[in-house]
């Protein structure tokens, strides 16, 4: 009678390769421009609402008479305008033989590693801004999810179709209308 066993051998893990030491590829130089216009319009929209409220309900002169009011709307200007350049600094992809790596984070840094066998499905899509810089965010599924387990942004057309085609190839996703014959 053969005598199955399993074997389970520890390995040193200071052999193991480092994530850190990957060298990840920038998004689009554009994507800083798109998140800055996002916030602007956010902001925007925040001051039309603001300005809106106070002409109804008739007390313009209290607000605008006092300094906090304009501390409180530069603030997220600031933010606005800075945040943008160091969120699309801090961001980008590594490409490997069977996985894929996505950073992010100015003061908490994420890394999500996602090997190409679990890829189950590949999704590109561009929203009304992205398309008009002619961005694309490349997500990526694996079973049991309804949301996406990694979303890479501001891809161009071209790279996003590129990835996307060597995420199918080499993770074995069936693509959408494709038979069995």
């Known amino acids: 009678m053969n005598e199955i066993t399993f074997e389970n051998e520890q390995v040193e893990a200071t052999g193991l390769p480092k994530v850190a030491d990957l060298e990840f590829e920038g998004l689009a130089d554009n994507y800083a421009r798109t998140l800055l216009i996002e916030g602007l319009f956010s902001w925007l929209f925040f001051i ?51 996985d894929i790596h996505y950073k992010s984070g100015i003061v908490w840094h994420k890394t999500v590693s996602l090997p190409f066998n679990r890829i189950q499905h590949v999704e590109v899509e561009s929203g009304p801004l992205e398309r008009f810089f002619k961005l694309t965010t490349v997500k990526l599924f694996t079973a049991g999810g309804a949301r996406a387990d990694m979303s890479i942004p501001a891809l161009t057309f071209e790279r996003s179709s590129r990835l996307r085609s060597h995420l199918v190839e080499h993770a074995g996703v069936v693509e959408s209308g494709a038979h069995d014959e």
Do not use: D, M
């Open 48 to 98: 039309i609402v603001f300005s809106t409220i106070q002409t109804f309900t008739g007390k313009i002169g209290f607000f605008l008479a006092h300094w906090w009011f304009y501390l409180v709307a530069a603030i997220p200007l600031l933010l606005i305008l800075t945040l943008p350049f160091l969120i699309a600094n801090s961001r980008g992809f590594a490409l490997r033989e069977k």
